[in-house]
């Protein structure tokens, strides 16, 4: 990962020089304050809100004129927030947010050392509201849904910094910084926006570039003045997670033309260098998270990460999280074991099953053909685990719909797949992915396997960039400025591709070479 | 006065030019609302408060991107502080204020039009704290002191404005933008600064720019996101209210030099051109303002503003306000007073009763000397009013001071009074004060008459031509950091000019050819 070699910090601890007043000097103790910090920043622009001058007279006399501000820097100049005296610890606190709609990621910063003190991550709370963003939008139509989402978050939020805080011993008002990086409708949420038109034609967030908003607006309980840094989205469906993201690879740092994906129930996609991003976003459907799948899960203890098949004893060599008895499969897990029963010819090109190769793991309930991917007997539940055909129908329009949309994107720019010198793949879903499994499905493009870079939470990493360094702050917004937003549902030869995708590896047999399947 | 002929406005309502969304243009719309008003307002700096923000998307929708929006501008860039449907009424409102410490004007401006709708005024409701500012500096720092002085203001004001705006049929939400000019303590009571250390040495205000601030965080009942523009002071001594009247007076448009005095209990004085500024205030006493003489008042009907003493006879010619039988004297008159008894030799150099020259007039209570002015049987009041030894020498005192503060301040600068091509005199004070009168005393310069011009109420000019030019607050921005203040209470040679400033006119008889009293 590059993009970050520089660290400016945007918010700063420093040292007035401060002459106390005299009848030679009757400059007023609020000018007197700003007149030191421009000369000791070496700037005309500092800026503080009234409410906080208010408060100066008394600060500065107490303290004697020997005071440490804090301040932090936007296209305005530099705000004062915070007054203490010179002798007052140093330290200086900020936190990094992943606004995930599964997982929330927070991070506690040591601004002064730029170190993680600590990390730790929940469960979205508004789950109990839907698991999908979907679910959510609609609830915040409803007469007070929207602040019962919001709520649900910042509370949550709140209790975790709280804790966070008491564990390293730190007040949450020394928290003086947080930058959040969220898709558009959890930012929508986390801002408590009206989320409304997102998910309607044609998909109009409420804001693009909610830039810097105070903490104490937003009802978080850091420094009330605090600046709250809240990632740009290129649309509905292209958010500030992917942002983070890009700016977490470094890919607009070279020339060399990269993909960057999200695969989530919907792929987020976007290609390109330091001279110029396109971007998409497209629904993948929920099979690529383990969402859908009869025994899918999301990754935990017990849940298949792994599978291989031996194309000739048919024999199945399962791998679970924490080697515990098997209790479901994840997304990655999934695309493994698909793409080993098509390897073994269990299913065919279409992602039908094989019955005379399935024999007698292949079963019928309520007419629903099934694979039993692990008898009751070596199961962690007690009951047999199975993947039924549905579940491969709805992977296979899942990969089918992955495949088209990069397939589309980079047509749409006149880029083969070979020029792609690197393809990041963010989330969990690119931490645990095997990229093998994949070609094999014609779920990614048949590249050399060092081409893909699991980027592990991407919206963690660039949302820590931007909190550090001002310069990762600005190329957030010269990325979201760049990136061209190529709208796939008005995109007519979308469907065209999607049908030829709806094969394993794909129709076009020539564009995935590496892949010979039994099925041969 | 000068200085009023550009007129840029900085708080305008514009159209902006609005596409509503599609899937070909998928821009936020806040980020739509903002592009747009950068394209009309050609500029590249239009923000708006994150808590306006939220509301854009249903407003847009509601008027179908088809609005007008209200704005002001600042150094950051233009502010959107308002939207309404295209269709809407397209007038906009403002205040022009004069925070006086015994009156408040109130101006309501048509920002559209630029003529003044309405204009009222009412007494400081702070009197009933105390007449004087030092009374209110030392109740302000009693618990609660401060937010009683505050909230009196703003309450009154508010009731003004809200009575000022049903009379004129106007919603207080549709005034959006005010302008109060002050002096330095009076600002501080207007925003709830702790005025504390304006009265003690060094006299350091809290605040020197207080700038702009959001009506809503004053309190004030017009539209709460509407800019109150506040003036600046040099000084604790050296308050808003005279930059209004430097503004007003446009003696820094000239490259000819003029004066401008501000006379109150303290006499404010600034003297400068184009080029250069210098200020400084002193005590003067409340003997100008007629606050302190027995029979001392506040200009009001039956009050004498004009006596004639006739050389021969010794006769009174009373003139009161509104011809009314007299009641009291106000600051002028009594000048006009002191001025006559001079001429008339009744009182000498020393300001002391001439007995043979005041004869019956002249009588002893409790051991002091006084001057029957109106006889018991011509007085509105039924008893007699008179003038007192020890109110002669509260006048001469006063006189004196001012007179010192004008020499020194020229000494300073090297400056002769002939070189002083106007000599504007704000207030109350200065509009009916006959200079004749204030020559005879030697409280002003003997320049020819022509050069001294009354200003009137300059605060309410002055915010008032701030309130409608972009260039008129660029201006006082630069009057204020302009100014060099001079600090009186520091300079040594003050004390002595002060000793021979208090004869009438002056111990230098040369100083004053045009005066040639009776006395000789």
Known sequence: MEGSSQHTPWIKKVIPELVPPSLQDNTADVDRLLKGLKKTLGTQRVLLDFSLAKAVPHALRQYEYDVQATLFQDSEGWHLIGLEP?????????????????TVVLRLMDLITTETLEERSFHNPQIQIGTDILTRIHFAGQKGGLEKLRSLLIERLNQEIQSLADQKAIPVRAIMGMCAAGNTAMTHFFLGLDPYWICREPYIPAINKPDLI???????CIHPEAPVLVFPNVGSYLGGDLIAGVLACGMTKTEHIAFLVDVGTNAEVVIGNSDWLMGCAGAAGPALEGGVAGMGMMAAPGVIDKVEIDPHTLQFKIGTIEG???????????IDLVAQLFLAGMIDLRGKFVAEKCGTRLVETDGVRQLVVVPPEASGTGEALTLSQPDIDALIRSKAAMYTILTTVAKTVNISFQEVSKFYVAGTFGAYIDPRSAIVLGMIPDLPLETYIPLGNSSIEGATMALLSAEAREEISRIRDQVTYLELNVNQEFMNLFSAAKFIPHTDRTLFPSVKGREE
């Open 214 to 220: 105070k903490a104490g607006e937003l009802g978080l």
């Open 86 to 102: 010179r002798t007052a610890d140093g330290s200086l606190y900020a936190l990094a947010v992943d606004l995930g709609s599964s």
């Open 324 to 334: 515990k008895p098997p209790v479901g499969i994840c997304g990655s897990g999934l």
